[in-house]
């Protein structure tokens, strides 16, 4: 059947998100659905589909899975108060016969609602998808705005409530610190920047900086193949699956240029102050051991 998406604002653990291309939420009868898988991420929970079978599990990620589901999450971070789906668009939503396990339980949707397919993505009731996670999205259809925390954001802000108000603190502090110190009696490091001295960064800040960009592309890279994976299994004929390995050893060679230009970049920075360029090799050694690792999992997919 024909059916109109709506425009809405994807908001969860406080944060706006967006929906993958091709993606939408729609409404059927007066009931609200949404992609089971998306939502699923959302809300930080690991989802299988068994096309053998038609049974969708959605379960607890383990720690690593975490990691690559909020990195998948923040790539797909929108702009607060901006629409996260695409409406007024007409799909085609067919009905589909399948079974639903949430955390280990069976769920069934209530009588008379049905899930459907759209572009290869199951949908279901938005309520059906609180009451079985347990989690209650809320769904503002004056706003335009549907909203959830996931569990682990929760646990989270329990946990930290009170280091988290310290942490902002200390950082507001320091930062009302370096400023008095610039605009001063020209003291310290305030003075050499008035001065316009430009501070020789430490071994350290290149090295911190160097962290954080391979970590993110680390991050990035398990998250797309988690997705390239998730793709696979989900293809129906060999040349579908053949496709996918082609993308998958497309994005090694990307990840790999992108991997150069930040050693590049490193290098460059360590040599230019006077420092040891040998952790450039231990950072190539690695990422040598994770380029191996993936290759072996696309061979694996072929086999």
Known sequence: MKVQTSAFELVFDGKTVNLPDGQFI???????????RFISYALQKKVVWDSATKKVTVTE???????????YLMNAAGEKGKQSSVGGTTVTASPISAAFVFDGVARNLPAGQSAFI??????????????SIGTQIKWDS????????????????????????????STGGEQG??????????TGAGSAGGSGVVNKPTYEQIKSEADSKLESLYNSAKSSFLSLAQQYLSA??????????????????DITSQFNAILSDTEAKLTANGYSTAIIQEYRNRFDSEIAAGRQTLAAMMK
């Open 26 to 36: 729609f409404v059927n009868q007066g009931t609200s659905y949404v992609p089971v």
């Open 61 to 71: 990620p383990s720690a690593n899975e975490l990691t690559v589901l909020r990195e």
């Open 118 to 131: 759209v572009n290869n993505s199951i949908y279901v009731p938005v309520r059906f998808m609180s009451e």
């Open 142 to 169: 004056a706003n335009h705005r549907i909203s959830g925390e996931s569990k682990s954001y929760r646990e989270e802000q329990q946990s930290n409530g009170d280091d988290g108000g310290k942490s902002d603190g």
């Open 177 to 186: 610190t370096n400023n008095g110190t610039s605009s001063g009696n020209g």
């Open 236 to 253: 129906t004929d060999k040349a579908a699956k053949q496709t996918i390995y082609a993308q998958g050893e497309a994005y090694l060679s």
